[in-house]
């Protein structure tokens, strides 16, 4: 029996590189990095260690990888294979070995009374959990089993063996081009099921177990249709042998919440698969929505860099064979993600979540791993697909992404530069595009004077009066970058928010970059009238990354949204502020 004996051994994480945000000549640039990583690699090394991969096709794997010494020191180390852990691990073996099974009981913790280390250090990870099964107690307790999360209120399930009809489950197709599906509904995209759409041959449901209270919507939608375990025929001729990730999105084409299903689906494979590296990368994963392409499908790869994806309905065939799983991992909705706003604010107890989460925060060692292997993969994905040459232009140079690197202003910029510290400024501008079938594609919250505001960044030399520890004899050099997220793939947006310092834009779904920033970097978050009380979502992510958030409160309803340059600059000031605190601040802790 794999029940709980398996779930609550100790889960193994992984240790990943330790990331330096500062150079010994004040350059952060992660590209340059990247660069000196790459070139660092035996010419025969290289492909083995980046891949030569560029296809994003469903069931077809990026090859890129993470050794640790390769992350690390920036040159190959030995290749040392992981196998899954089963069972009690080794306490006496070192912590910072990466390989290592043992995880510190903190990991673990029971909730307190600190709410900061409650939320986090037990919804982002592994709380003291409830398990139970759904199958009748005179069968086989192991087959199908759930882990309540008393924190996030919601659980996620295993089953061994696992067979799915993909005729009794209706859905569309999935994973079309946008233009193809124009239109389609909602309504269509997402799964409904017929009675016998999941079998366990050694289960009956225990239908006083399937209890929506203690499941989330759609897994107890999907597990109403478990059929009696003997009165199915069929039989499985294969089995998918990796473990399998069986995920249902709903928000899919919003960054926002597509964060909050891609760490769903980290949380419960790390948990599931007790942190083996080997198997958390290696998961099959398959969609049971319809969605079409989305910008963020990328997003999964990077996350689970080996990884194979495909949607159910690719598994229906003319002789009604099942898809047999031999490890089924069903993925809570991102709507109960500890990323998500709902899940944080009820941890305030009536008060606004903002008071309890500060920079301590960053510490939790869930999130820091999932942020490692985005981060990691991303700059990985980069250098394999030789995006690099671009990229990095647009990084170094503080490229506005209109405007030509080699125009005088620029080439002049890059010498001013070499003799002074620079501050990273990203402007994000938000324009129209077609997120998914059923959007006109125009988009609302933008800044009316965008031009006037960039041109105000680009020509910023510093205050006119010292302002705390600024001054226009010690103000840096401005870079600012404008971006336009839905240009750039998610690994260069990933890179392009490592690099920057402040990051300037509207409230919009493209924010959510700011929880894998480094620490310290400050979000200028530009927000409608109306919007500063209720509508937190990228203040909560920067603080649980221990990024500053710096708010830009606008008094008017009008859209697009002018911006007054004079209340901009003093917020603008005050966000410099507090990132060269930051740095100053870690500067000292580190002498």
């Known amino acids: 029996m794999m029940g709980s004996s398996v779930l609550v051994g100790t889960v193994s994480l992984l240790l990943l590189f330790h990331y330096h945000p500062v150079t010994s000549s004040g350059d952060r640039s992660v590209m340059v990095q990247i660069l000196h990583l790459s070139s660092s690699l035996p010419d025969d090394d290289r492909e083995n260690k980046l891949g030569s991969s560029t296809t994003m096709d469903h069931r077809h794997q990026i090859h890129v990888d993470l050794d640790p010494a390769f992350l690390r020191h920036g040159g190959p180390g030995p290749a040392v294979p992981v196998q899954p852990q089963h069972g009690a691990s080794d306490p006496k073996q070192d912590d910072n070995n990466w390989n290592v099974p043992h995880v510190p009981d903190s990991m673990f913790q029971k909730p307190d009374t600190d709410r900061c280390s409650q939320f986090l250090g037990n919804s982002m990870g592994n709380s003291e959990a409830r398990f139970f099964s759904l199958c009748s107690d005179d069968m086989m307790m192991g087959t199908l089993w759930c882990e309540w999360n008393p924190v996030l209120e919601s659980s996620f399930c295993q089953a061994n063996n696992l067979m799915v009809d993909p005729s009794k489950i209706t859905v569309s197709k999935g994973g079309e081009s946008i233009q193809q599906v ?67 999105r709903y928000e899919y084409a919003n960054l926002y919440h597509t964060y909050s299903d891609w760490y769903s689906a980290y949380q419960a494979a790390m948990i599931a698969l007790h942190g083996n590296r080997s198997a958390v990368e290696n998961v099959h994963i398959v969609f049971f929505d319809g969605h079409a392409q989305a910008k963020t499908d990328m997003g999964w790869k990077l996350l689970f860099s080996n990884a194979t994806v495909c949607y159910i309905s690719e598994y229906k065939n003319d002789k009604k064979e099942p898809a047999c799983f031999r490890n089924a991992i069903f993925v809570p909705a991102g709507y109960t993600a500890p990323t998500s706003v709902t899940s944080i604010e009820r941890l305030g107890m009536g008060e606004p979540a903002y008071k309890y989460i500060d920079a301590s925060c960053q510490k939790n060692k869930w999130q820091q791993r999932f942020r490692e292997m985005m981060v990691g993969n991303s700059k990985r994905y980069l250098i394999a697909n030789k995006a690099t040459t671009r990229l990095n232009l647009l990084l170094q140079d503080g490229n506005n992404s209109h405007q030509d690197p080699n125009s005088p202003k620029k080439m002049e910029g890059r010498k001013q530069r070499d003799n002074q510290p620079t501050l990273r400024v990203m402007l994000l501008s938000r324009t129209n595009y077609q997120s998914h079938p059923r959007m006109d594609g125009k988009v609302s919250r933008i800044i009316q004077n965008e031009e006037e505001v960039l041109h105000f960044l680009e020509d910023y030399k510093g205050p006119d009066e010292p302002m705390g520890i600024l001054s226009k004899e010690n103000f840096p050099t401005v870079t600012v970058n404008r971006v336009v997220l839905e240009e750039h793939d998610v690994a260069e947006q990933i890179v392009m928010f490592q690099q920057a310092d402040v990051v300037v834009g509207m409230h919009g779904a493209g924010l959510s970059h700011i929880f894998l920033a480094r620490p310290g970097t400050v979000l200028l978050e530009i927000k409608p009238n109306g919007y500063s009380d209720s509508m937190r979502h990228f203040q909560y992510l920067a603080q649980m990354a221990g990024c500053i958030h710096r708010p830009r409160d606008l008094r ?36």
């Open 556 to 591: 008017t309803d009008d859209d697009p949204y002018p911006v007054p340059i004079s209340d901009f600059e003093q917020s603008f000031k005050e966000s410099v502020a507090l990132f060269l605190g930051h740095q100053n601040n870690l500067a000292a802790s580190q002498q």
């Open 182 to 248: 124009m239109g389609r509904a909602e309504a269509e995209e997402l799964p409904s099921y017929q009675s016998g759409a999941l079998h366990l041959s050694q289960c009956v449901p225990n239908q006083n177990h399937i209890n929506p209270k203690d499941l989330p919507f759609h897994l107890f939608d999907m597990f109403q249709s478990l059929d009696e375990g003997t009165n199915r025929h069929v039989e499985c001729t294969a089995y998918e042998e990796r473990p399998t990730l069986i995920i249902t």
